[in-house]
């Protein structure tokens, strides 16, 4: 369902915003913005997009009314509906979805009576303080920041201009986040990383003193953790993007704008770099390199380092279209096993 703001823009706004042709009347006013498949009336004010050809009869006869469309010869613009005109539909309804529903920001200081904040540490105002939340020693919270209900941010901690903590978020060991960031709920950084040594078939535990450094606009789901570095820092690049229940070890290096879909799992001193994408439970091991722009298939083990960007999918991982070659190939084992058995007995009949 949508959820309508308070806010509004015009069709011809909304065309201008986002660079859209627009069919239709552009003195429209639109309030909100929703998912069209679950719009059962109303709808004559909200806008939807479509990443496909205009040809969904469902669509056609939903009740809202402006579309996010995306170019194609011919395209049939039927008459009842208004539609922007635009090559990227997911980017546009993106950009429109952001001015209709802000990532929250404090504009003025609230903080609750329940939260308990050290006499050293810095609040900058305005700032959103929830229930429960513990400010450490010598921490800092920038102006802006929404801190949700029990979140902690450790001594010596920095939490940047505008940035967003969900309920449960620790902010651990001298972490230093910057603006913008948005961390979903019980996501850990600065966890204490999986650093041992052993001698005799007992381990030591390595002491992890570095820290976890986050630049501006990353975006971190739900549970996920960021474990600081053994020494020196843990990195996290502008622009990153990581999914819910994630695993960063320590001394990785993320590169600016690099997205990571859920249950990945990154080894110590891994270096990935910028531009890359990951998908759902992919594996890395330690200690290696992946290259600018590098694209890794779901469910896949990088086990060595990746030099030239291309997709990538397997365990270990192969260009893709190598590892498609071999997954065919493995289908004809059965019967490439059989054929070896009964050529060998043949030849053990001939001598």
């Known amino acids: 369902m949508a959820k309508i703001f308070a806010m509004k823009m015009t069709l011809a706004e909304i065309a201008k915003e986002i660079g859209a042709e627009l069919h239709g009347d552009g003195s429209h006013v639109i309030r909100g913005i929703c998912d069209w498949r679950w719009v059962e009336e109303g709808g004559e004010d909200l806008l939807t997009f479509q990443t496909k050809p205009l040809t969904d009869k469902s669509l056609m ?89 029990h979140v902690y941010v450790d001594v010596n901690c920095v939490v940047g201009e505008d940035t967003v903590l969900e309920p449960f978020v620790s902010i651990l060991q001298g972490a230093i986040l910057g603006a913008r960031d948005y961390i979903g709920t019980g996501a850990k950084i600065g966890v204490t990383g999986f650093g041992n040594a052993q001698k005799d078939g007992r381990f030591l535990q390595t002491p992890q003193i570095g820290i976890v450094i986050i630049e501006d606009d990353v975006h971190i789901g739900a549970n996920s953790c960021g474990d600081r570095a053994t020494l020196g820092v843990t990195h996290i690049e502008e622009g990153v993007r990581i ?35 990951v998908g759902g439970q992919v594996g890395f091991a330690g200690h290696l390199k992946v290259c600018d722009g590098s694209v890794i298939m779901g469910q896949s083990g990088v086990m060595s380092s990746i030099t030239e960007p291309d997709v990538y999918f397997g365990r270990p991982v192969k260009p893709v279209k190598e590892a498609h070659r071999i997954a065919i190939a493995s289908t004809r084992l059965p019967d490439l096993l059989k054929r070896v058995k009964a050529l060998e007995a043949r030849l053990d009949n001939d001598s």
């Open 243 to 277: 999914d819910n229940l994630i695993q960063i070890a320590h001394n990785c290096r993320i590169g600016a704008h690099t997205g990571i879909a859920a249950l990945a799992g990154i080894a110590g001193s891994t270096d990935i770099g910028k531009h890359c994408l």
């Open 61 to 149: 006869e939903s009740p809202v009314r402006s579309v996010i469309v995306p170019e194609l010869p011919d395209a049939d613009y039927r008459p009842g509906k208004d539609y922007l005109v635009i090559k990227n539909t997911r980017y546009a309804f993106a950009v429109i979805g952001q001015i209709f529903h802000p990532m929250p920001r404090a504009t003025q200081t609230r903080i609750h009576e329940t939260a308990v904040i050290h006499e050293t540490a810095v609040i900058e105002e305005p700032v959103e303080i929830g229930p429960y939340c513990v400010i450490g020693a010598n921490a800092r919270v920038s102006k802006g920041c929404v801190l949700q209900s």
